[in-house]
Structure formats: C-alpha cells, structure tokens
T-cell receptor, first 110, second 117 residues
Framework: GENVEQHPSTLSVQEGDSAVIKCTYS??????FPWYKQELGKRPQLIID?????GEKKDQRIAVTLNKTAKHFSLHITETQPEDSAVYFC?????????FGIGTKLQVIP | GAGVSQSPRYKVTKRGQDVALRCDPI?????LYWYRQALGQGPEFLTY????????KSGLPNDRFSAERPEGSISTLTIQRTEQRDSAMYRC???????????????FGPGTRLTVL
C-alpha cells in the first residue's frame, strides 16, 4: 500500500509569514494530490488539489506544487492569518486505498 | 444543497453490542468512503463504494466490520460485537465520481463519535 509522510508534524508561524508543508508518497501510480484542512472539532475540507499533469496550482494565498519524479507535493500558504490555524492533511490517491497523512498542526500566532 | 449527513452523531454502547452507523451522501454522488479517525490522527481508510458496488474493503480492520450501500445512495457501516478499541470517530465522505479511488474531491460528513464502554 501507499506510504505517506507529512513534515513537519507541527508548525508555528507569526501572522503574515509563510508556511510550507511537505507530503511524500511511495506509489508512483498516484495521480491526484489534494490537501484538506480540518479545524478543531470540524470535518476535513478540501482547500486545494492538483493532478499529475500539472506542476503548480494557486488559489489566492494557497498554492500546491508537485514533484512527481521525487514523489512529493507541498502546500504553501502565504500571508498567514489566525484563521489558517488548523490541521492540514495530504491524501494522495489513484491507486488502491486512499491514504491520509498524519497531519500537520499549523498555529498562526497573531 | 445539503451536505453529507451521518447518524447518529454520538453513540455510546456496551462492549459486545452491535452498532449501525448511517451515512447519507450528497445527492448524485457516485463514490462513498468510510474512514475512522482517532484523535490527533488523519482519517484511516476503511472501504469505499462506487454506486452500490463495494470496490475495496481491505481497510476494514477485521470481519466484525462490514458496510453496504444497497441502492447506491445511503450506506451503513456495521460493527458487530463491539470492543473498546473500536471507540473512535467514524466519518464518511462522498465524491461525484472517482473511477480510481480518491481521485476527486471528497466531501466529509460530521462523523459519528462511537464510544464503547
């Protein structure tokens, strides 16, 4: 099955700074790379995704970059705000089971 | 429109009892997923359906766990002879279509918090 790792497991940044979370995966057949945000006590929600034919995708302050050769993709959040504080999960898909990473807890300090 | 709903939201049961957890996906969504999520962890895949067909059940922990989606809409996850280690948040998610597992946006339900005493 897919081996998925996320780094770092926790991240604290000052409001306005950037945050980067990396997800590595093992299955070269994976072709869909989403990031989900889960606020405390709430359900996971998709914030951005990318497919294997694209290297980078942006949506306002959020971007995802993909390196299929190295089998990793990253979430970039610029100009962080307190409401960005949450746990972020990657979940590469497309082969066998969907495997979520263990999550990265992001804390944005006002 | 309405999102994914799950019932009950909370379930407390005694060890050895059977429980049935229900998931009502977004109307028209073809794919439906079941996950278990422990506190502080990512969702752990259990099984998924395309329409009424169960595509993969290899994530189910053991044969006490089963799932069905008989008419391709509502799904039920059943746990027989519950044990304390089954205590967790059980979430379902649906997506419009995922020919391959997990290749479309998944919309999660609020979850059922199961506590086995």
């Amino acid at each position: 099955g897919e081996n998925v790792e996320q780094h770092p497991s926790t991240l604290s940044v000052q409001e306005g700074d950037s945050a980067v979370i990396k997800c590595t995966y093992s299955d070269s057949a994976s072709n869909y790379f989403p990031w989900y945000k889960q606020e405390l006590g709430k359900r996971p929600q998709l914030i951005i995704d990318i497919r294997s034919n694209v290297g980078e995708k942006k949506d306002q302050r959020i971007a995802v970059t993909l390196n299929k050769t190295a089998k990793h993709f990253s979430l970039h959040i610029t100009e962080t705000q307190p409401e960005d504080s949450a746990v972020y999960f990657c979940a590469p898909g497309g082969y066998q089971k969907v495997t979520f990473g263990i999550g990265t807890k992001l804390q944005v300090i006002p | 429109g309405a999102g994914v709903s799950q019932s009950p939201r909370y379930k407390v049961t005694k060890r050895g009892q059977d429980v049935a957890l229900r998931c009502d996906p977004i109307s028209g969504h073809v794919s439906l997923y079941w996950y278990r999520q422990a506190l502080g962890q990512g969702p752990e895949f259990l099984t998924y359906f395309n329409y009424e067909a169960q595509q993969d059940k290899s994530g189910l922990p053991n044969d006490r766990f089963s799932a069905e989606r008989p008419e391709g809409s509502i799904s039920t996850l059943t746990i027989q002879r519950t044990e304390q280690r089954d205590s967790a948040m059980y979430r379902c998610a649906s997506s419009r279509w995922a020919g391959e597992v997990g290749t479309d946006t998944q919309y999660f339900g609020p979850g059922t918090r199961l506590t086995v005493l």
